[in-house]
Nanobody, 123 residues
Framework: QVQLMESGGGSVQAGGSLRLSCRAP?????LAWFRQPPGKQREGVAT???????TYADSLKGRFSVSRDFTQNTLRLQITSLKPEDTAMYYC????????????????????WGQGTQVTVSS
């Protein structure tokens, strides 16, 4: 059974930074971060493939940096210059199917999910 465990969320002031982490089995090729703001749909933030290649959602480029530590089986997301609109539950996701026509950033493309870690940004 695949288990994904996020950590690192919290309450921060606007302009601050956070680093989220997710422990995930190393054999899973695609790992990704999603977020779900209150009352909104879950959206893809960034994905990392098994070779370390990264892809970001077009609307979120710039303040988000995703990385994958293959020695510690950990996926990370660094968020800088946090804004109140970044307030959301952030989820780690994994996909065991490697083949795809493009880097997957839709929620329905992932079959394993963590419980989420809450990020709250106050102005």
């Amino acid at each position: 059974q695949v288990q994904l465990m996020e950590s690192g969320g919290g309450s921060v002031q606007a302009g601050g930074s956070l680093r989220l982490s997710c422990r995930a089995p190393g054999y899973l090729y695609w790992l990704a971060w999603f977020r779900q703001p209150p009352g909104k749909q879950r959206e893809g933030v960034a994905t990392v493939d098994g070779d370390g290649g990264t892809t970001y959602a077009d609307s979120l480029k710039g303040r988000f940096s995703v990385s994958r530590d293959f020695t510690q089986n950990t996926l990370r997301l660094q968020i800088t210059s946090l804004k109140p609109e970044d307030t959301a539950m952030y989820y780690c996701a994994a996909r065991d199917q490697r083949l795809t026509t493009r880097p997957p950033l839709r929620a329905d493309e992932y079959n394993y999910w963590g419980q989420g870690t809450q990020v709250t940004v106050s102005s």
